[in-house]
Every structure is written in C-alpha cells, then in structure tokens.
DNA sequence: AAGTGGTCTAGACCACTTG
DNA sequence: AAGTGGTCTAGACCACTTG
C-alpha cells in the first residue's frame, strides 16, 4: 500500500460523494474521461482506474462510446422462498411466473430437458448410482426480457419417466405438484446460499460484469422416507433478488 | 467491444486454464508480471489488466511486493440459521460462537454497546415511535482472528434496560433467552437475504477488495403478538459464508 | 540487492454512440 | 464529425517482500 492515496482514488472517492450528494441522479451521466483528465490534471489510465474501481463497486454502468452512468437500482424481485406449501403451489402456477407477477415484472422462461446419466456427485446427492439415468431441466428466467437466473434441475428418472415433468410446460403447481400426483410425498425443502463473483460463462448468460456478485442457491427437495428427490442448482443476479425466510422460534 | 479479444483476455484464460488444469495449485505462485511480458510481448499494463480480472473472479488474489496467488478456497463457515429454536438456543451459547466451533475455527466477537435513539426508518421496523430509545449492539465476528462478519442489533430500549442484553456478554442462549426471561414470547423470524459488491468501508474493515461480493441478511425477530422487537443486520464476507435453510413442504 | 505488483505519464488507435 | 470509453505501448517511480 502507498502511503498516501493515489489520485484515481481520490477522483474516484470525489465521483462517488457528488452522486451520494445527488449531483448526478440515477441514469444521469458521469463527466467523461477527458472533462477528468483536465479537471485533475491527470492521464487517460488514471481516470480509467477510477471508473473501473467505481463499477467494481456496482455504482456506475459504463457504455464505450456513449460515456460513464450512475446506475439506477433495479426493483427487487422479492422471492419469498417459504412459498413452497403444498397451498401456495396450487394457487400458483409456476414458482418463478408467480414471483415476477408478484414483483411487477413480465416474466419469461426458456427451458431445455435432457435427459443425462449421474455423475458421483449427483448420484450421492441425490441417493442413486452414478451412471442412473436422471432428467435435467435447464432454464434461463428472464424478467421485462433481461435475464436474472440461471436454474438446473435434475431429478432420477425413475420418478419423471411418464409424467409432465418431462415436458416444457409442468402443468400447475409444477414439478412438486406433478411428484406429488406420482405417489412422492415430499417432507421438506434444504436450501443451501451463498454468494460469490460470477464466472466468465454466467457473466456472458446473465449480461453482467464478470465477477459481479450472484446468488447461488442449491435447493434439494426431501420425501417423507428422507429420500432426496430433486437438486435444484440456482445462479440469481445479485442485484435482482432478494431472498426471504421465515423461520419459527420453536 | 472489439470484434476480436483483447490482448489482456487471452492471458487471464490461459493463465485460468492453467489453474484449471492444476498447474498452479491452491496458494501457489502464478507467473510474475515481467514473465508474462516477456513471454507474451506485452506492456507492463496489459499484463496488469490480465491480473485485474482474476483478482475480480476470485481467482487469484495479489500480494504487491511478493507476487500473484491462486486463492485457497477457505474452509466454509455453514451457518444452519434455522438453529434458532429454543432447544438448540439452550443448547448452545451465543449463535456465532457455535456455528464457528461446528465449522472448527476459532471464534471471537468484539462487541460495542450503545444507547441511541430510532431513526424513521428503524421506528418503521420496530413498531416504535421515531426518537425513541433503542439498544444497538454492534459486533465485529472473526474466525481465527480474520474478520468476517460484521453485525448490528437494535432492539426497544424498554424491553432491554435492566437486562444482560446491555452487558458485553449476554449469558447462555443470548439475547433471545434473556428476552424470553423478560416476558417476551418470540414467535417467528425473518430473514432478507440479498448480495451485492462490498462499499468502500464494508471493504476496509472485512479485509477484502472493494467490490467483493458480500452476504447481506436483516433478520427481524417478532412475538407471538406479531411485534417486532429486535433487527439485526448482518454483512458477512461473501467467501466466508454458506446460509442454510430448511422450509417444510405444507 | 533483486524482484514484485501498483500506479502513473504521454501519446496512440479502435469501435462505438450521439447529434 | 466529434466525442466516448477501452485498450495498448514504452518507460518511469514507489513501497514492499524475499533471499
């Protein structure tokens, strides 16, 4: 560390307090790098760092050739995933659909089923042999079109062979509810957060900056027999979602 | 974007690649920055860029003066925050202490007490009026001395004055024991869960890089009347956390 | 003493957006 | 056509770590 700060923090730190002041508002426009390069005297790269330090920090948006925005924060979608009961499925038609409506968002879905043999982790996941067959749903969510998860869901084939969890469109209530025709009593859901930068690939799927934060989430479905019947692996945007639990004092 | 990629990308995926592929272990040392230049025929910059980007990946972390490191995935810290029941709050000391003896650090809390009065904001949350007194405990976690969470109570001063719940240590079970002791029936709990890059000061004192994905939970505990008496809001550091969550099926 | 990553200057070219 | 952010070169200095 130097001991004294260098100037792109300083331009940097200048830039943020003007925006928390509400000098320039959500969406509005940052000086360009040449108006900074005079105002503090500097060179192209040092203005550069600053923009690059205040949109590793989620503050501005940067668009080549058109200039440098404050972000405008988008509405969350609020995804309250205690909302599993056997009552709210019902009610619902899919989970997500039901979280964007709620949300004010156009929700979309694009979902693509294969069907894949286990490897070892999965097959210890989920209780079977490594090689069984098992059915995998993989979708992108959108909300208003632009994309904010990533879901893969994989179930052992014994229980989905038959049924319209194979097919695009589950029906009502979904998967659960399609199990749930199929003689599986489910018990209980495990979901399992945490955060962390996003990848290359995800970054590229969900149109952010690579390594701006994702939620991940690994939801695995449990039958009354303690039987684990479906591992639901999730990437959310971290700026989209916030996830809420409810859970009793006793 | 350039139609083709840019110098700075090609060396972050090869150097990625090599990771990937095991040639620079876990805390080892990735080739130094006049290296790379060399072997790529580069400028110091550009090389600099490369480094940048899997620093914001999590890949790698830098150390100025002695060179670029593959990072050590640390030991995750599992936080099965559905422990808060009576039973296992009897069970156990306070919820931090335990959690890190499970994961088999070694913990210690810092903690700063304080009398202040409710903002509207926090009067809103805690169904007071705006001016009131409150308790706020403010707490920094660390697990074998390395930050990791920092934490911040706030409950009605009327429900807190005379009580453990205003010393440094609270006794067994924590708050919420001594809350039970006052009279109160705790009924429920809320969790927010949501992520999003770390501020500047989030940054200084969790010992990470600006703009690292942290984990932020506002958990509101509520009676049996329905009223909340306690918010607490937590920012862990994104590495360092696993949330776990069970949610029954009806 | 030699090597490291971080930052800087001054100048350049590029693809892109805006009026 | 003028302006924008992104990237690059070549060279420099700094505080720091390592042997």
Redesign the pocket.
């Known amino acids: 560390?130097?001991?004294e700060e260098?100037?792109?923090?300083?331009?940097a730190a200048d830039l943020r307090q003007a925006v928390e002041r509400g000098e320039y508002r959500p969406g509005q426009?940052?000086?360009?790098?040449?108006?900074?390069m005079k105002r503090?005297?500097?060179?192209?790269?040092?203005?550069?760092?600053?923009?690059?330090a205040l949109?590793a920090e989620g503050l501005v948006t940067?668009?080549?050739?058109?200039?440098?925005f404050v972000r405008t924060k988008p509405a969350v979608t609020r995804l309250a995933r205690n909302r599993l009961s056997r009552a709210a499925r019902t009610a619902n038609q899919a989970t997500f659909l039901g979280d964007a409506a709620a949300s004010g968002f156009t929700a979309s879905v694009e979902v693509e089923i294969r069907i894949e043999t286990a490897d070892e982790h999965l097959a210890d996941a989920l209780h079977i042999e490594a090689g069984d067959e098992i059915l995998v749903r993989r979708r992108t969510m959108r909300a208003d079109g632009e994309p904010v998860q990533l879901a893969t869901s994989r179930l052992p084939r014994r229980l989905t062979a038959g049924t319209a969890i194979e097919q695009e469109n589950t029906g009502p209530g979904g998967i659960y509810s399609r199990l749930e025709e199929a003689g599986v009593r489910l018990d209980h859901f495990v979901e399992r957060v945490l955060t962390r930068p996003a990848t290359v690939d995800e970054a590229a799927l969900l149109n952010v900056a690579a390594g701006a934060p994702v939620l991940v989430v690994r939801r695995v479905a449990i039958d009354e027999s303690g039987t684990p019947v479906e591992v639901n692996d999730m990437t959310m945007v971290g700026d989209r979602y916030e996830l809420v639990y409810e859970l009793a004092a006793d």
Chains 1, 2 share one sequence.
Do not use: C, E, H, W
């Open positions: 560390m130097t001991p260098p100037p792109y923090r300083r331009i426009q940052l000086p360009s790098g040449s108006a900074l503090y005297g500097v060179a192209r790269q040092t203005v550069q760092n600053a923009f690059d949109r940067t668009q080549p050739g058109a200039g440098v």
